[in-house]
């Protein structure tokens, strides 16, 4: 059986249990083709799993289509198994389908169906055995269930997991909706702001059961309050870590469900009880999410020096002197912190997940670990704070960060300028940070005031940098051994901060070097995808009809129902009308063809305004203008909803916040509606 073969085998199984499942006499609600699961060998995706309760994560069973033998699905067999909390599986072959025990060593056959050798067409005959098969999990899903005592941490991994998957996609779009209020000054893509919540709620969730501070009765709505009402009770190492971070916004109410749920399956399974099991688990969810972040470092058992500052650790160390952490991302802060408490591992003395406001109480010996690299740009707030924390790093030079320096940049220049004198450095960068336009601050930095011991290629495009922090006044060149021999010392003192840095990598990297030529800033920002930049008809259409489900307002008949009869004075234009002059009290408006017209008050000259641009003639509007007033406040505030509604709906759809605004511009001035710009903010 090839792979096609097989995957058309494993859509047949899943249709045709799915319609059995529905007819009700099954304990299974719900069949999933190749769901992605943390086991023992690596992440697996066995092809068929019966759900008996997706969201609690209760497996009935597994089917595993094979070629030949049902040994070749043995080693996949145990795995989901262990996976999914069963003690059993099931192997589909050419000829027999085999019902097996999952054991330790060696799976124990419990039933073996055969295919009939003919007479019967092969899809009839799949549809019944199939029909057996689930007949014959029925028992299986209840007997072979593994009791909460003897589930495996990749189990609980799984289970923590699953809700993880789901509320990505809906913090995404609360982030990005979120910017319709906030403006344009967010950088920071929504799909790390979410990854960041989602783990951080689930990290708080976690520690908090630990210590059993959440009610039992506590229901979706007072859910993520009763989070925040837990954390104090938390060691202060990981009370720290699990603080909100910089933009953060409450759960919606369906993210809230489904933490809820969570919380209320785990104690069921008595989460915390063993927490060596319990540490396993977060270890499983922290690895997963720093390969996400793109950190591989191999685990290392060598302990962290005194006085070491380390960067986005990928490994958990001894350590018995007090050292110093930084992280770039809340979430791998927060379940490192988890996963120290866990396993009673001294916590640092000092620890941030923001680098740039790092400032440590003594100047650390050493530094290592690994720079992420990131595409955003610094706001406008973002600038005027990197200048005021790069003056405590680097008081006797001044830094002006350029437009399209990305973060990380600056805050790599930062924690080099935290480091003592002599300090000893090994430091994972990104190769772009080389870059001679945007790179120029880091590049200065490293060839006036470091000593370059070594360096070589890493995995994920890093260049690993050994340095030394020289005491040498500024403007003193760079120095490196060289790779030939270590004795000798190279030193450039003619030509550019850049100039002196490639003859010094030369030595190191050779023809390599061509990473240091000028562009690659596609490496450093983020570009408008074509998707930012267009807009299809289908989709603009579905945005109007969602924004103006009950239809645009008619001003101001629409906001004159509620009032019998009121006296209305009537005028005459063509096109829409602009105010030209006031003059006590009266004021003098102008069409599009130059006709005027004079009107007395205000509010009247602003009503004729916001008509003037709907479908309407000729223009009405109350002679009272106590009435004219507050129908005209009416509809401004409609008009605000709509505006917040529209831009909501773009940037659910957008990721860039200009692009989301841009669009929202263009459809509102599509309509008949008053121009964006008479709408108060």
């Known amino acids: 059986m090839n792979d096609t073969c097989s995957k058309e085998l494993v859509r047949d199984l899943g249709a045709w249990s799915q319609e059995l499942i529905s007819q009700g006499?099954?304990?299974?609600?719900?069949?999933?083709?190749?769901?992605?699961?943390?086991?023992?060998?690596?992440?697996?995706?066995?092809?068929?799993?019966?759900?008996?309760?997706?969201?609690?994560?209760?497996?009935?069973?597994?089917?595993?289509?094979?070629?030949?033998?049902?040994?070749?699905?043995?080693?996949?067999?145990?795995?989901?198994?262990?996976?999914?909390?069963?003690?059993?599986?099931?192997?589909?072959?050419?000829r027999r389908v085999e019902f097996w025990e999952s054991g330790e060593n060696q799976p124990r056959r419990l039933k073996t169906l055969d295919f009939a050798a003919e007479g019967t067409s092969?899809?009839?005959?799949?549809?019944?055995?199939?029909?057996?098969?689930?007949?014959?999990?029925?028992?299986?899903?209840?007997?072979?269930?593994?009791?909460?005592?003897?589930?495996?941490?990749?189990?609980?991994?799984?289970?923590?997991?699953?809700?993880?998957?789901?509320?990505?996609?809906?913090?995404?779009?609360?982030?990005?909706?979120?910017?319709?209020?906030?403006?344009?000054?967010?950088?920071l893509p929504s799909n790390h702001l979410a990854s960041c919540k989602n783990l951080l709620t689930l990290a708080r969730l976690l520690a908090a059961m630990t210590v059993d501070q959440i009610p039992l009765g506590v229901q979706p709505e007072k859910f993520e309050r009763a989070l925040e009402l837990a954390v104090p009770y938390l060691a202060p190492p990981l009370l720290q870590a699990l603080q909100p971070f910089a933009g953060e916004l409450p759960l919606p109410h369906s993210s809230a469900v489904r933490f809820h749920h969570l919380f209320r399956r785990l104690g069921q399974l008595r989460w915390g009880q063993n927490r060596e099991k319990a540490s396993q688990a977060v270890e499983i969810l922290w690895r997963q999410h720093m390969v996400k972040l793109g950190l591989t470092s191999p685990p290392t058992h060598s302990k962290v020096d005194p006085g070491t500052l380390l960067v986005n650790p990928a490994a958990l160390r001894p350590a018995a002197s007090p050292f110093q952490e930084v992280h770039q991302d809340p979430a791998m802060h927060a379940l490192l912190a988890l996963l120290r408490d866990l396993r009673g591992l001294p916590a640092p003395s000092e620890a941030t997940g923001n680098p740039i406001t790092y400032q440590p109480n003594l100047p650390p010996t050493s530094i290592e670990g690994t720079i992420l690299a990131s595409p955003t740009l610094l706001s406008a707030a973002e600038k005027e704070l990197f200048r005021l924390c790069l003056r405590t790093s680097w008081p006797h030079r001044r830094f002006h960060p350029a437009p399209r320096t990305p973060r990380w940049i600056w805050e790599t220049v930062h924690l080099l300028g935290l480091a003592a004198d002599h300090a000893r450095i090994v430091l994972d960068l990104p190769s772009p940070a080389l870059n001679v336009e945007l790179g120029r601050p880091l590049i200065e930095v490293l060839t006036e005031h470091f000593t370059l011991r070594s360096l070589e290629w890493e995995n994920q495009g890093h260049l690993s940098f050994h340095l030394e922090k020289s005491s040498a006044a500024p403007g003193a060149p760079l120095l490196t051994q060289s790779p030939s021999d270590p004795d000798d010392s190279l030193a450039d003192t003619a030509g550019t901060p850049f100039d002196a840095l490639e003859k010094a990598l030369s030595s190191w990297l050779g023809e390599a070097v061509e990473i240091l030529e000028v562009g690659g800033e596609e490496l450093f920002c983020t570009a408008p995808g074509k998707r930012e930049r267009q807009i299809g008809d289908a989709e603009r259409a579905g945005i109007v009809a969602r924004v103006f489900a009950d239809g645009l307002p008619q001003f101001p008949e629409k906001y004159l129902y509620a009032h019998f009869r009121p006296e209305l004075q009537e005028f005459t234009v063509s096109g829409a009308l602009r105010i030209e002059d006031a003059f006590l009290g009266v004021w003098e408006l102008v069409d599009g063809s130059g006709h005027k017209i004079q009107v007395e008050g205000e509010e009247t000259a602003q009503a004729l305004v916001l008509a003037s641009h709907g479908a309407n003639r000729p223009l009405r509007v109350p002679r009272d203008r106590h009435l004219t007033a507050a129908i005209v406040e009416k509809y401004l505030q409609d008009l605000q909803a709509l505006r917040l509604a529209l831009l909501r709906e773009t940037h659910s759809r957008r990721e860039r916040p200009q692009a989301a605004r841009f669009w929202a511009k263009r459809i509102w001035e599509s309509l008949p509606l008053p121009p964006w710009e008479l709408i108060p903010e």
């Not at 086991?39 to 209760?58: A, K, T």
């Not at 019944?128 to 593994?146: D, M, N, R, T």
């Open 25 to 94: 006499r099954l304990p299974f609600r719900r069949v999933e083709t190749y769901p992605r699961l943390f086991s023992p060998v690596g992440e697996i995706r066995p092809p068929l799993v019966l759900w008996i309760n997706r969201d609690s994560f209760m497996a009935g069973g597994i089917i595993l289509p094979v070629a030949q033998n049902a040994e070749e699905g043995f080693a996949l067999g145990r795995a989901s198994s262990l996976a999914l909390g069963l003690t059993h599986f099931v192997t589909w072959g050419p």
């Open 122 to 187: 092969p899809k009839n005959q799949s549809r019944w055995i199939l029909q057996q098969v689930l007949e014959g999990l029925k028992p299986l899903a209840v007997l072979g269930a593994v009791a909460p005592e003897d589930l495996s941490p990749y189990y609980l991994a799984n289970l923590c997991q699953g809700p993880l998957l789901i509320t990505q996609i809906e913090l995404e779009e609360s982030f990005r909706g979120a910017r319709a209020q906030a403006g344009a000054d967010c950088t």
